[in-house]
T-cell receptor
Framework: NAGVTQTPKFQVLKTGQSMTLQCAQD?????MSWYRQDPGMGLRLIHY???????DQGEVPNGYNVSRSTTEDFPLRLLSAAPSQTSVYFC???????????FGPGTRLLVL | EDKVVQSPLSLVVHEGDTVTLNCSYE??????LLWYKQEKKAPTFLFML????IEKKSGRLSSILDKKELFSILNITATQTGDSAVYLC????????FGTGTRLQVFP
């Protein structure tokens, strides 16, 4: 199993550009989540999904969209990038609510 | 509002010291508490605690949960430079809530 994979590893955007961060897992996990991590802020939940076709907002959803058309994939879309979205983004998946999350390696995003 | 608070925010010790990291929480529908270690990349799982008073142990690391007082501690004995990391505490209902972490630096 590859576990949780994320692409790209690093991306530089200009303000106003859009892009999609990819996340995939091959463990047949129901739950998938996107987090951003900023210095001194810990991990903050952006959006999450409890199964294919179901998504919900987390703590900091503004400026991001998600979809879950398959169990395996959970892409995160930045509609119009802003410098405040400069961060490290982690995708995670878990089999059930009480179980540990498996994290992807992260995507470092810089918005100029 | 659900919240998870970790202390201290930062800790600097010498090799061989013992450290205790704290995590307190206020969440509805508590099910479990998770500890993670984060070095340069994604957090890696350490422990999951669901029952009060039962210590989880892995080598020099151990953790215990107190559901009455709503906190957990992570102990690291005989610290090594490889223990230098940010240690995150998290409490999952549907939305996994993370503390801001404790940055541990171990110097030789």
């Amino acid at each position: 199993n590859a576990g949780v994979t994320q692409t790209p590893k690093f991306q530089v955007l200009k303000t106003g550009q859009s892009m999609t961060l990819q996340c995939a897992q091959d463990m047949n996990h129901e739950y998938m989540s996107w987090y951003r991590q900023d210095p001194g802020m810990g991990l903050r939940l952006i959006h999450y999904s409890v199964g294919a076709g179901i998504t919900d907002q987390g703590e900091v959803p503004n400026g991001y969209n998600v979809s879950r058309s398959t169990t395996e994939d959970f892409p995160l879309r930045l509609l119009s990038a802003a410098p405040s979205q400069t961060s490290v983004y982690f995708c995670a998946s878990t089999r059930g609510r009480r179980e540990t999350q498996y994290f992807g390696p992260g995507t470092r995003l810089l918005v100029l | 509002e659900d919240k998870v608070v970790q202390s201290p925010l930062s800790l600097v010790v010498h090799e061989g010291d013992t450290v205790t990291l704290n995590c307190s929480y206020e969440v509805t529908n508590f099910r479990s508490l998770l500890w993670y270690k984060q070095e340069k990349k994604a957090p890696t799982f350490l422990f999951m605690l669901t029952s009060s008073g039962i210590e989880k142990k892995s080598g020099r690391l151990s953790s215990i949960l107190d559901k009455k007082e709503l906190f957990s501690i992570l102990n690291i004995t005989a610290t090594q430079t490889g223990d230098s990391a940010v240690y995150l505490c998290a409490v999952p209902p549907d939305k996994l809530i993370f503390g801001t972490g404790t940055r541990l630096q171990v110097f030789p």
